[in-house]
């Protein structure tokens, strides 16, 4: 089983308030909660709460429960959504009562018997367009054991003494397993399930199961329920579809079928209890602990999953402490829509259990569901199919209706238009291409020339900066710029010469266009037609004319036997025949003048043939001459030009490469100039040392010789 994604929806709280019972009146109690006038909103001392609905007491009718809160659950069951219902509720609180789980014959306006009216009227109306399945189990959470109630085998009633009823397991039997299906759905292994065809058969399990389970008398309830019980009502659908048609009124799909199936549960739970007050002991006591603990694991669930921040957090929710909370997974915070009635006393002896209840069913409100479609996997993908043959259907309805029709003309009108504009482009785009083409040539060599240009630029420029190496390079790099000089003017030169060749190019073209477009118009005629025409309207107009002048010839010779035959009949000549030799004459004069005209025309379309034919040889001779003479003189002039622009760049390169030599000359000249210097300067040098020494050593001989001179004054001295 496959799902659709649902949306997100909180679970409904609903506030059931009983009246005063008999016991409650013996004991005089008082009413303590208050209900807001049309609001769903209780009020018990100074606590206020807000619930989705509220019934009983001054509330709403309980009457209005079902179809507030319930009958959407049932229309949802057969879209596919599973369902739940909780009765929640302090011990004698009305939770029986309001479910209608009790065997009692006033049980019969509990929500499960309307449950059950709804279910089988709804699926009266559809039976023509699905078929049904229905079926039922029934089980009980006693003692943290799930126990079949739809199996008499597995339950009998157990008498105790003091008059208060139980059961007990009978042995043998399995019991009953919580199993979570690989997709998290939760399922009860060995639970009898009863199909069901009618309203009947579904309120007779109803019946043997509420007769199936634990009751006890406590001080609070005579007839209190002591397990939480679980009502379930399976439904399976197989809805018949409409067969797919296609658009051309074609059956396109065979299987129509559609599966769904969902589950309704309606859950009675025991009632919250304190010793002290129901009295209980013993096994009504040990009873009461264990209902205690499944409600307090539920409430401990209802805290997590309706605590906004735990939820974010993705705090743990503890679904498994009991089994109860295990059995409830998917219709708390899961695959279901799901409303929770808190019946409530409103006797003030209970006011503390009330108002603990009407937190725990508040604080469910905030619990967030996911309700799904439960559907079979291929009754799914044919659904998905249809939903998109449906939306294609759509579509192209909404191309071929009417609705689109301005759209689709104003579309069409785009299209001519963008065709048009398309055309004009493209006779452009060729008139463009055939001036460039014919220009391509002067356009490549003008870059060429440019080219040469900003080299010869830099060429110059470097030669520029050897200058003042020495004044022989100086003068050849003088002559150099002259040259470069000259080369550019050659340059431009060539660059006009291409430029006004060009143009006479394009304007030659333009002529020839010219010329060729007044040749269509000659040519628009199919000319041997027409020469046809004319001769062979000649031909039948000198048929005619032949033919009426031999009419008028037999009738002159007519004329002239009779003048032959008796003399002075002439006068007397019938005026018919004078009338009809006349005609005749006129007739011969019309068809010469037909026949001239048409001569003339032949005359005029020679003429005009001899014309197209002159045109014809102009443009031929454009072609041939004009044209192909300057496209080869542009040509040729480029050719010269590159040719040209070679030998100067070789040139170029070879004075480059003597400029390199001559300054590598002049550094090695330098260098040694460099050295001779150094060896100078160091012999200068060494020449004043000798000079210093010569007259250093010439001094102290002449001091030598003067002592040798005067020896006596040389020993006074010392
Ligand atoms: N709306 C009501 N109108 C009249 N009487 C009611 C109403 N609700 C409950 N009672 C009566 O109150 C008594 C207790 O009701 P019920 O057995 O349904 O309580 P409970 O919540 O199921 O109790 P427990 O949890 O002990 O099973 C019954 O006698 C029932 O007839």
Not at 640 to 655: D, T, V
Request: glycine share 6%; charged share 30%; aromatic share 6%.
């Amino acid at each position: 089983m496959t799902m659709e994604n649902g949306e997100d929806c909180c679970v409904k709280v609903a506030v059931h308030i009983r009246p005063l019972i008999g016991d409650e009146r013996l004991q005089g109690c008082k009413d303590c909660v208050t209900v807001v006038p049309r609001k769903p909103q209780v009020q018990i001392g100074t606590h206020s709460f807000t619930f989705d609905h509220v019934y009983g007491s001054t509330a709403s009718p309980s009457s209005l429960m079902f179809d507030e809160c319930v009958a959407p659950l049932v229309d949802g069951l057969f879209q596919g959504y599973n369902a739940t219902v909780l009765a929640y509720g302090q011990t004698g609180s009305g939770k029986t009562y309001t479910m209608g789980t009790g065997c009692k014959d006033d049980s019969q306006t509990g929500l499960i018997p309307q449950v059950m009216k709804a279910l089988f009227s709804k699926i009266e109306t559809l039976r023509n367009q699905a078929e049904f399945q229905l079926h039922v189990s029934f089980i009980e959470i006693l003692k943290e054991e799930v126990r079949d109630l739809l199996d008499s085998s597995s339950v009998s009633k157990l008498d105790v003494v003091s008059g208060q009823v139980g059961k007990m397991t009978v042995p043998g039997k399995p019991p009953v397993q919580i199993r979570e299906a690989s997709n998290g759905v939760i399922t009860l292994a060995g639970s009898t399930e009863v199909s069901v065809s009618t309203q009947k058969e579904m309120a007779a399990c109803l019946e043997q199961g509420s007769l199936n389970r634990a009751t006890g008398s406590t001080n609070m309830n005579n007839q209190s329920s002591r397990s939480h019980a679980i009502f379930t009502i399976m439904l399976e659908q197989m809805r018949k579809l409409g067969p797919i048609v296609g658009t051309e009124g074609v059956q396109i799909e065979d299987v129509n079928e559609d599966y769904l199936c969902a589950k309704f549960h309606l859950v009675d739970l025991a009632g919250s209890e304190r010793a002290k007050r129901t009295g209980s002991d013993g096994l009504r006591f040990k009873e009461g602990v264990h209902i205690n603990k499944g409600l307090l694991a539920l409430g401990n669930v209802i805290s997590a999953l309706g605590d906004e921040k735990k939820r974010k957090e993705g705090a743990h929710v503890p679904y498994r402490d009991s089994k109860l909370t295990r059995l409830l997974q998917d219709s708390l915070g899961g695959n279901s829509r799901t409303v929770m009635i808190a019946c409530i006393s409103p006797a003030d002896i209970n006011a503390e259990e009330t108002l603990n209840t009407l937190k725990y069913a508040n604080r469910a409100r905030n619990i967030q569901n996911k309700p799904i479609v439960n559907r079979n996997p291929i009754s799914e993908e044919i659904q998905r199919m249809r939903q998109h043959i449906e939306y294609l259907q759509a579509q192209l309805a909404c191309y071929r209706g009417e609705g689109a029709s301005d759209e689709i003309q104003a579309l069409k009108e785009k299209v001519s238009w963008l065709e048009a504009t398309n055309e004009d482009l493209c006779r452009e785009l060729y008139q463009y291409r055939s001036q460039t083409s014919q220009n391509e040539h002067f356009d490549i060599d003008s870059q060429k020339s440019g080219m040469f240009f900003l080299k010869a630029e830099g060429l110059k420029r470097s030669l520029h900066t050897t200058e003042g190496f020495d004044y022989q390079m100086t003068e050849t790099l003088r002559g150099n710029s002259r040259e470069i000089d000259e080369e550019v003017a050659k340059e431009w030169e060539h660059t006009v010469l291409q430029d006004s060749m060009g143009k006479e190019l394009y304007e030659l073209n333009r002529r020839l266009e010219q010329k060729e477009s007044e040749m269509k118009t000659f040519g628009g005629f199919d000319t041997l037609a027409l020469k046809q025409h004319f001769k062979k309207k000649l031909m039948e107009l000198e048929e005619e004319k032949r033919a009426v002048q031999q009419e008028r010839d037999r009738l002159l010779a007519e004329v002239e036997n009779l003048a032959a035959a008796s003399d002075g009949q002439v006068q007397k000549l019938p005026d018919n025949q004078l009338q009809k030799l006349k005609d005749l004459e006129a007739q011969i004069l019309d068809l010469k003048k037909k026949q001239e005209s048409q001569v003339q025309l032949l005359k005029q379309k020679q003429r005009s043939e001899e014309a197209a034919k002159k045109l014809q040889e102009e443009i031929q001779y454009i072609k041939a001459q004009k044209v192909v003479q300057l496209q080869h003189k542009i040509k040729q002039e480029a050719e010269q030009f590159r040719q040209w622009k070679a030998s100067r760049e070789k040139e170029l390169l070879q004075l480059r490469k003597e400029g390199r030599r001559n300054e590598y000359e002049r550094h090695k000249l330098q260098a040694l100039n460099q050295r001779q210097k150094l060896v100078l300067q160091r012999k200068s040098e060494e020449a004043a040392m000798a000079t210093k020494e010569v007259e250093r050593v010439a001094r102290n001989s002449k001091i030598l010789s003067s002592y040798y001179k005067w020896p006596f004054i040389r020993c006074s001295v010392q």
